[in-house]
């Protein structure tokens, strides 16, 4: 009983950050649509995007693949 009370409550957090995350978002992206025209806009949300896509491919790389890899061509 208390497995589904702590999952409906994560799905209730869940989506209340989901919620929220997408009101400030699309006040600050409305904002730079507003300052920097949409062009601009869609260029630095894009930069934004590769940016963190390069850095997760790195961070989430697994050592451990790239070791076993290395000894077994060894």
Not at 43 to 62: K, R
Request: charge should be positive; glycine fraction near 6%; aromatic fraction near 10%.
């Amino acid at each position: 009983m208390t497995c589904a009370c702590h999952a409906t409550l994560f799905l209730i957090g869940f989506n209340l950050s989901k919620q929220l995350s997408g009101v400030v978002l699309s006040v600050w992206v409305g904002r730079m649509y507003d300052t920097v025209g949409f062009h601009q806009a869609y260029l630095i949300l894009g930069l934004i995007t590769a940016t963190f896509t390069v850095i997760s491919i790195f961070a989430l790389t697994s050592r451990t693949v790239q070791r076993s890899v290395a000894l077994e061509s060894n």
